[in-house]
């Protein structure tokens, strides 16, 4: 039944929990549907936390990185706090690990690391989101993961006007020990609830089991970190010690940040071994021909989400203005493209043991490769190795599914950026503590354009989840930027297939 709720027009309930209820809502004022929060009645009563949540709300909106939800507007109407957001097309992680189970370990990293990149940014500007759970993850058909709640957060900044209002935000299956205390609470917090979404996405089961609050809290203070391998024994168990370290009772024995948890698990993944099959994709999910099928990037299908219930919301990529390019500056020099080796299709458990001289490991895909010394190389495109006789037998040489190209300018490097066929992503990454920045611009056969930015140098690359047609060809150059000027630019490199 639809009714209205000040400029909005309420079409329907997507979930309840306990801070409120999200609607999916047309705004008549501008023309779209967004995902519409309410808080909860009660709240509205306390005029100290209105405030806050006004305050939060209003920081948190002005968050632009692409993982983190937009917040359109927010306020109150009628005695209720709202917050409207953009609306994704898609589901949580929480209804999609009841749905289809635990993750294979790449897939949990790949929605680890996008969700540290909107955390790592939300703690730079002075916020901690203190509810960071599976239900507040959302991921797109593409395999695009979102951070939402962002309204509720609590500042870290101290404030002389505000105090405490009593009410504890989170959830318990997932808030750190000082959560429980009066001591301070700080980033670190977050970093705890993501080591036990890790714990969940790879076991499909949460970190500490209990029917009640005082079983719960117990756990988190004095039990230690469970271990992933204990409940799942195919994944390494570098995850074991990831977890441990996340989940420190001690808030100054975790991992600095949530990007330096995800760059731990990203490297933990290059000791994955074959999957049993009770793990693997069901032989019916469509799968890229050529590709490594990936639990984020299939999950997201028709016929699974249908089946879901969770938030839904329309996924956008991030366009960068465009700035007055300058002439590219005669001493600098574009390094050539170098290969970041594809990770191995694993066998399976029954095939025969693998040639006596292994494949060398890949490296994490998050991470750059190492780049060449200065010299200017064209970019080449792979090599299609001859198809094996024996379709049991993998292909002696790995098809290249990575490219990658530097930017130097004034004799220095000062950026990468790549394309990764599998999973559709474009990497942008500033190295140098300069002030500019790097922008990987793609340009496909079939006349589309994406880009990616990385506007900070410190962290690991931008990682921007494409959604393009597998059957056409990719180009890509790398900019840098000053600001809204452009610096520089490389040539574009070949075009090189999508589809992998």
Partial sequence: MKWQFGPYRVEGL??????????????????????????????????????????????????????VIPIHAYGEIDGRLYLDMRLVEGSDVGALLAANGAMRPVDAVAVLEQIATALDAAHQEGLVHRDVKPSNILVSHSGFAYLVDFGIAASLRPTASLTSTGYTVGTLAYMAPERFGDGPVDHRADVYSLACVLYQCLTGTKPFGGDTAASLINAHLNQPPPVPTGVRGDIPREFDQIVARGMAKDPAERFSSAGELAR???EALTSVTAIPAQFAEPPAEPKRKGGIARWGYVMGGVGVVAAVAGVVAVAAMMRTEPGQPIPADDTAQRAGETMAPPIPTPLPSSAPPPPASPPP?????????????????????????????????????????????????????????????????????DTNK?????????ETDYGRTDECKDQNSDGPPVDCNLD?????????????????????????????????
């Fill in 468 to 500: 393009l047609s597998e059957k056409g060809n990719v180009r890509i150059k790398i900019e840098l930027w000053d600001g809204k000027s452009k610096l520089s630019e490389t040539a574009w490199s070949k075009f090189v297939p999508i589809g992998q």
């Fill in 14 to 67: 997507i979930a309840r929990g306990g801070m409120g209820e999200i609607l999916r809502a047309y705004d008549t004022r501008h023309d779209r549907i967004v995902a519409l929060k309410l808080l909860a009645q009660h709240l509205a009563v306390d005029e100290e936390f209105r405030e806050r949540f006004k305050r939060e709300a209003h920081a948190a909106g002005r968050l632009r990185e692409p993982h």
């Fill in 434 to 442: 300069d002030g500019m920045w790097i922008k990987t611009v793609s």
């Fill in 361 to 429: 490991a890949s490296p994490p895909p998050s991470v750059p490769p190492v780049q060449p010394p200065e010299q200017e190389t064209e970019t080449q495109a792979p090599e299609t190795p001859e198809p094996s006789a024996d379709p049991e037998t993998p292909p002696s040489k790995p098809m290249q599914t990575k490219w990658c190209q530097s930017i130097r300018f004034k004799g220095e490097e000062r950026g990468t950026g790549c394309f990764e066929a599998v999973g559709d992503h474009l990497f942008a990454h």
């Fill in 264 to 266: 731990a698990a990203r």
